[in-house]
């Protein structure tokens, strides 16, 4: 396999990695106004998606509340070291099953 070839398996066997990470949510990273009545009383934890660096937040003001979607706050730089940790992680698992 040459190195062009084995770089995009791993990209592709990322970015599959990185789309299946949204369904790590979690709502402990922050908080968000839910609603535009009752001043602090709608402040709520913001679901979060994505590992091992959140990059998709439940924004409030267009979504349909604690559910991530395509119209949420996606964050690149996040999504960019999510893509590089798979990335490494996909590069190392290939190194061990040559080394075998």
Request: glycine share 12%.
């Amino acid at each position: 396999m040459t190195n062009g070839c084995a770089a995009v398996i791993r990209l592709a066997a990322a970015l599959v990695l990185v789309g299946i990470s949204v369904g790590v949510q979690d709502d402990t990273g922050g908080v968000a106004v839910y609603g535009s009545e009752g001043g602090l009383s709608q402040v709520r934890p913001r679901i979060e998606g994505g590992w091992p660096a959140p990059f998709l937040a439940d924004d409030p003001a267009t979504s349909v509340p604690h559910k991530l979607g395509a119209e949420d706050v996606f964050r690149p730089g996040a999504f960019l070291a999510d893509l590089a940790f798979w990335y490494l992680l996909v590069g190392a698992f290939l190194w061990l099953l040559r080394r075998r």
